[in-house]
Each structure stands twice: as structure tokens, then as C-alpha cells.
T-cell receptor
Framework: SAVISQKPSRDICQRGTSLTIQCQVDSQVTMMFWYRQQPGQSLTLIATANQGSEATYESGFVIDKFPISRPNLTFSTLTVSNMSPEDSSIYLC???????????FGSGTQLSVL | GENVEQHPSTLSVQEGDSAVIKCTYSDSASNYFPWYKQELGKRPQLIIDIRSNVGEKKDQRIAVTLNKTAKHFSLHITETQPEDSAVYFCAAWWETSGSRLTFGEGTQLTVNP
């Protein structure tokens, strides 16, 4: 299975600030994605992190709010910008392992915005 | 886009009984259907998956069935144990306008000792 390291594991932030979440995957991972999981809910795809180019965002998510970088195959960051309490959620990095579409998740970042 | 519906949202069974969770999907081009188990405070874990060229797959007490014609797939857990208690998510791999995994809303399974 893929190794995915995500940090920080949790943070408490003030309204209006930004938080950058880091994700490191092993070399078997081909595609990387960022998901959000609001309390008691399912996983919602924010964007696909593309190596060396702009991320592909899902409907309802925009680059200004959730800038994503993927400078190389094994590293990506998600920034939650200008945070409000509505951004309180778990953010999950995920990686597609090999060519067989098995998606594995990082341990998540529990974000609380005051 | 792809839409995945999952039922029931909650399921309570007695230890030793079987549990069945059902999902339907909308995109007939979807060809890969994984199931994830998420324990409280932990990441979703892939527990079993099935591809469209297979009708059924089994791994010990867990099995998944797929009906491509009806666009249904189901998770079956036999001889349930308290440690099976978790939220289970079905998903469908969607390749129209980019590749992505779309999740159902989840089923909270409680196994009572």
C-alpha cells in the first residue's frame, strides 16, 4: 500500500488567517487529490493536484480560496486561505497507487477556525 | 457528474449477524468500485474493491457484488463483530471529464455485542 504522510495533524486558527497543509507520498503514487470531510459527512473532492501545473478544481472550490501546489511527483500542499469558521473540517490528502486506481488517504488535518 | 447513493445511512445489527450496505451509481462508464471503512477519528481505509469485469469478490467475511446493468453494488459483511463498527463508504471511479473517485454518503454500522 502507498505511504502518505500529512501534516499538521490538527490546528486551531484564527479567522482571516491561512493554513498550509503538507502531504508527502511514496513514489508508487501517480495521482494526488485533496478531499474535505465535514463533521459527520462524506468525503468531498476539492481538487486534483497536478504536477508542475495548476490544480483541477471541483465545482464549488476555487484556487483563490484553496491554492494547491505539486512541485514534484511526491509532494503537494493545500492552503486554506482567509479562513472562516465554515472552513472547520478535516482535510485529507490522497494518492492513487500505481495504475490500478487504489486510492489511499493520509491521516488528515483536523482544522478548527475560531 | 457521477452521483453515488448509499443506503442505509445507519445500520445496527447483533454480533454474528450479517450486514448489507447498498449503493447505486449514475455513470454507466464507471468501472471501479471500492469500499472504505472509517473508524472514529481515523482515515478511511480501503477494505475491498471490485472492477466492472467481475460480478462478485470475496475476502474472508467481506464480499462485494456488482450488477452493472442495474448500476448497483453492495457490501456484505458476515459474522459481524463489534470491531466492524465504523462508517462505511462506497465509491465509484468516474473518468468523464477527468479521473476521480466519488463517494456515497456513508453508512454508520453498529454491531451490538
Amino acid at each position: 500500500s502507498a505511504v502518505i504522510s500529512q501534516k499538521p495533524s490538527r490546528d486551531i486558527c484564527q479567522r482571516g488567517t491561512s493554513l498550509t497543509i503538507q502531504c508527502q507520498v511514496d513514489s508508487q503514487v501517480t495521482m494526488m487529490f485533496w478531499y474535505r470531510q465535514q463533521p459527520g459527512q462524506s468525503l468531498t473532492l476539492i481538487a486534483t493536484a497536478n504536477q508542475g501545473s495548476e490544480a483541477t478544481y471541483e465545482s464549488g472550490f476555487v484556487i483563490d480560496k484553496f491554492p494547491i501546489s505539486r512541485p514534484n511527483l511526491t509532494f503537494s500542499t493545500l492552503t486554506v486561505s482567509n479562513m472562516s469558521p465554515e472552513d472547520s473540517s478535516i482535510y485529507l490528502c490522497s494518492g492513487l497507487w500505481g495504475a490500478r486506481e487504489k486510492l489511499f488517504f493520509g491521516s488528515g488535518t483536523q482544522l478548527s477556525v475560531l | 457528474g457521477e452521483n453515488v447513493e448509499q443506503h442505509p445511512s445507519t445500520l445496527s445489527v447483533q454480533e454474528g449477524d450479517s450486514a448489507v450496505i447498498k449503493c447505486t451509481y449514475s455513470d454507466s462508464a464507471s468501472n471501479y468500485f471500492p469500499w472504505y471503512k472509517q473508524e472514529l477519528g481515523k482515515r478511511p481505509q480501503l477494505i475491498i474493491d471490485i472492477r466492472s469485469n467481475v460480478g462478485e469478490k470475496k475476502d474472508q467475511r467481506i464480499a462485494v457484488t456488482l450488477n452493472k446493468t442495474a448500476k448497483h453494488f453492495s457490501l456484505h459483511i458476515t459474522e459481524t463483530q463489534p470491531e466492524d463498527s465504523a462508517v462505511y463508504f462506497c465509491a465509484a471511479w468516474w473518468e468523464t471529464s477527468g479521473s476521480r473517485l466519488t463517494f456515497g454518503e456513508g453508512t454508520q454500522l453498529t454491531v451490538n455485542p
